[in-house]
């Protein structure tokens, strides 16, 4: 390669002479010690050959360039030569019409030698030059789902040690793509599309339009550079609601009535849940709505998201197509804070039962593995500081469900006393110990039969007894 060296006047004087504008040819490259404003290039504007073997406009050192702008950007590659340990540079590349600088510093080495260029259009389709290689979208590495067809900057780590190098890219509007914390810088690895960001978190853009930044940290062996999206959480779970509970499965009975709410039942304090699933029609086999809640991995009381979802008669919890899992996608139109696969807490709520927790964060992505809050006690979260109830209802046959009895849907069941399940009971009823309510979705339906009724046949007063183990002062309290 010829290596020219001039100053960027004998540069100018050049480029006039040879009548081509600001333009370096394939072979050619055109170094710069100092500040060059990109605002004077005339209507030639900046350009460098695109190819296998491209041309360069160069900067050494401290050298940069200013006034770079939508209308006034290198439509090709720009290299830079770093000369001090930490010395950052941004290379205003694009497509002289639209500006897609990409910024290199962070623990950048003294003797790196980076260029790229951007390249725009689907990389499945359009050739990184200098690879003279397709990069198909569809290849992705782990944790990765999608990745931006939108364009890709052709990436040549030229000295070979780009490897702990802090890279930050201009984005074109992504907000069609991908929610801000889902965005993830990517690198072409020969193979696939890797995630170049912290794989935890949602800090890597700080926003998802046109020009916002999103950075990420280089690894070896990358050529080219693109925009990618995480993979959601998902949730797969089995709970049992206590209520419900006949032999090993629960029942039906509130679907088979017709009497489940078509959307979900948890807008309502102390919800106050906002989401808005809704189905034409409840799916099969499901026994009522629950909530979904993912808390912070560390601090399991820090709630990040929630979704409503169903539980069916054999415990899986499941979203609004009645077999998937519960899905923290971007693309879920309920959702209010989409959640990118990671760890979390688990907590699964229903409208009067106790709710439970996971005792240990679990991992959750598009291939969440099931966790199965029935086959065990520990696989709930155990308050020591609670000696009178575990935190959930041993049902023999190693079952275990979540209790029952929470008409009043705060953090206890409880007979007697202060704010107590059996007075909230008798409220549903007009304080009427005779009053049947058949076929109604109530809180007050205990043992969720359509029924709620104080005295007589299947009573839901009874069956709130019968969850405190016939003790009328204990107060059962909820694990969390
Ligand atoms: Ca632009
Ligand atoms: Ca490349
Ligand atoms: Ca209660
Ligand atoms: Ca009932």
Known sequence: MRVVLLSLTVVFSWLAATGQGNYVAGGNEFVSFGTTSLSTAGSNGWSTERSGTPGYFSIYGAGLYSNAT????????VKYYCTTAGQGFTFPVGTGADIRALTVGGTIASGSVFATAWIAGDPSSVTDPTDAALHPVNSKGAGIAAVSTTGQW????ISSNATGTTVSVSIPDMSSFAHTSFLRLVGWNGTQWINLSATQGTGAANGNGENNVLTGTMVAGITAIGIGKAEAAHVV???????????GSMTTTLRNLNIIPLSQPYSGAPW??????????????????????????????VVYS????????DGSVVDMDGVSPVSFNDTVPSIANPLVAGNYHIVIKHRNHLPVRTPAAQFLSKSSSLYDFTAAQSAAY???????????????????AMWAGN????TTVRYSGLANDLTALLSVLGGSQSTILTNVYSNADINMNGVVRYSGLNNDNTFLLSVLGGNQAAIFSQHQ
């Open 382 to 400: 155990q308050d020591g500081a609670i000696t009178a109830n575990a935190a959930m209802k041993d049902m023999g046959g190693s079952v275990y």
């Open 237 to 247: 779970t089995k709970v049992f609601l206590q209520g419900a509970m006949s032999g």
């Open 407 to 410: 008409v009043n849907a705060n």
């Open 306 to 313: 929630t979704r409503a979802a169903f539980v069916k008669n």
């Open 272 to 301: 106050n849940y906002a989401g808005v699933e809704t189905v034409a029609s409840i799916p099969a086999n499901v026994t009522d709505w629950v909530l979904v809640e993912l808390r912070d991995a560390v601090t399991p009381s």
């Open 154 to 157: 052709d990436w040549q780590d």
């Open 70 to 77: 939508d209308a006034a950007n290198i439509n090709g590659y």
